[in-house]
């Protein structure tokens, strides 16, 4: 251990530590969660593409020379290649601001730069803690979504070739848990397939919008603390650094106070999730028995469903869907209720936001493989009891409506019970 102070006095570190002082005290002040920065490695490598961006737009500015723009350039790459990740101890719920997400990637970079480059006056040079933050949140975003948005086009297609497998076979519909008319067994998986295109499209509209970032705004989106050379060259050169199309926000000030960009995006991943939990739970219902329930579907057995009752199989996919979509629920509404947390000038809750939206979309994304691959693409379905339902009585009078008329059929069920209208129409359609 080595021993380091600042003006709030003497701390150790261990003799390994590529960071300093000011996250260490963040470490001490702040942790509270057990989810450290070091679990989010796609934030990480955002964090260091912004330095990047930051170092070479500073060095065209000429506010740092070119030996400390190529040292800091040489620390980020190792970072963006995700080397050090045990370099970042800090909780990543912190309060703050994300002050402490700021200050450990500053000193990591500072670190490997050399003794030449110092984490505030050349690796923050020109930036804020909440330019920064705030950008690399959202590249991260992007990033993370990619794997969500190719889950969902393969389980969309998955549904559809489902529905098409089972559109011969005939079932029942139900309504308010009733019995209705006579559907395909194909049509479950058909709307879910359409449904999950559709938010699909919204998650994507949402994605495109977070990247327009605010890097070159400093605290507040005033700008001030950056040259007018500084702020037009680096979001160009971020775009090229990361990769991405990333645009400014049009107004640096709104970018501060309202992040309701993020709050749109994981309203749309809660929505998503939620399309997910519906077709898990008819599916969980309509697989349920095998002797007393419905038992129109067959779901894979992947694993021993009890320890109590020998050979019963449990919906585990379907209930690991469901309680998935708990957990986004609970995050997105933290989520929606940070937007409000921005005090007139600046929003200290944005990289909360943002983790938390991370946390979704990676889980979403998860479950939508275990999802489509464990479960919906090997789903069978019990022909002979769909045909059992979709010639039981309701679907009979249904049709029969549709020859004789609703106060006809009705006028029978008052006087006969479905039974004896199925036999007595039965008799007068052989006598013609």
Same mark, same amino acid.
């Not at 040259?227 to 991405?244: F, W």
């Given at each position: ?5 600042? +003006?709030?006095?003497? =701390? &150790? /570190?261990?003799?390994?530590? @590529?960071?300093? *002082?000011? !996250? ?130 393969? +389980?969309?297609?998955? =549904? &559809? /070739?489902?529905?098409?497998? @089972?559109?011969? *076979?005939? !079932? ?47 605290v507040i989106g005033s700008g001030v ?28 000030f709104d970018a501060a106070q309202y ?174």
């Amino acid at each position: 251990m080595r021993k380091v102070e600042d +003006i709030f006095g003497i =701390l &150790e /570190l261990p003799d390994n530590a @590529l960071y300093g *002082v000011q !996250t260490a005290r963040t470490v001490v002040n702040m942790s509270f969660s057990g989810h450290s920065l070091s679990q989010y490695p796609v934030y990480i490598r955002s964090l260091a593409a912004v330095k990047k961006a930051a170092a070479l737009a500073n060095a065209k500015a000429g506010v740092i020379d070119e030996f400390v723009c190529d040292s800091i350039i040489t620390a980020c790459d190792e970072l963006i290649a995700g080397k050090y990740l045990e370099q970042f101890p800090v909780d990543a719920f912190h309060g703050g601001g994300s002050i402490g997400i700021n200050m450990n990637i500053n000193e990591v970079v500072a670190t490997l730069a050399g003794d030449h480059v110092h984490p505030t006056e050349h690796v923050n040079a020109s930036q804020s803690t909440a330019d920064v933050c705030h950008s690399a949140i959202r590249i991260a975003l992007i990033e993370t979504a990619k794997s969500l948005e190719q889950g969902l086009l393969r +389980i969309i297609r998955t =549904l &559809e /070739l489902k529905a098409d497998e @089972l559109e011969l *076979v005939p !079932t029942i519909a139900r309504t308010c848990w009733q019995d209705g008319m006579r559907v395909s067994a194909g049509v479950v998986f058909r709307a879910a397939a359409s449904a999950l295109n559709r938010r699909m499209e919204h998650v994507v509209q949402a994605v495109h919008s977070i990247h327009r970032i605010n890097l070159g705004g400093t605290v507040i989106g005033s700008g001030v603390g950056a040259s007018r050379e500084y702020r037009e060259a680096v979001i160009p050169i971020l775009t090229e650094v990361a990769g991405l199309p990333l645009q400014l926000r049009p107004d640096l000030f709104d970018a501060a106070q309202y992040p309701d960009d993020l709050g749109r995006l994981s309203s749309e991943v809660r929505l998503t999730s939620a399309v997910l939990v519906k077709l898990a739970k008819d599916l969980r219902l309509l697989a349920s028995g095998p002797e007393a329930g419905l038992s129109e579907l067959v779901l894979p057995a992947v694993q021993a469903g009890s320890s109590f009752f020998p050979g019963k199989v449990n919906p585990v996919i379907p209930e690991t869907v469901i309680q998935c979509g708990l957990l986004i629920n609970g995050n997105d509404y933290t989520i929606q209720a940070a937007v409000e947390l921005g005090e007139v000038h600046l929003n200290l809750a944005d990289g909360l936001m943002g983790t938390l939206l991370m946390d979704n979309l990676q889980m979403l994304t998860r479950t939508v493989d275990h999802f489509e691959s464990r479960c919906l693409s090997g789903i069978t379905v019990n022909e002979d009891i769909c045909r059992q339902y979709a010639d039981s009585s309701i679907p009979f009078i249904v049709d029969l409506k549709e020859t004789y008329g609703y106060e006809q059929v009705s006028l029978w069920l008052k006087q006969w019970g479905p039974e004896q209208i199925r036999e007595k129409i039965g008799r007068s359609e052989k006598h013609e």
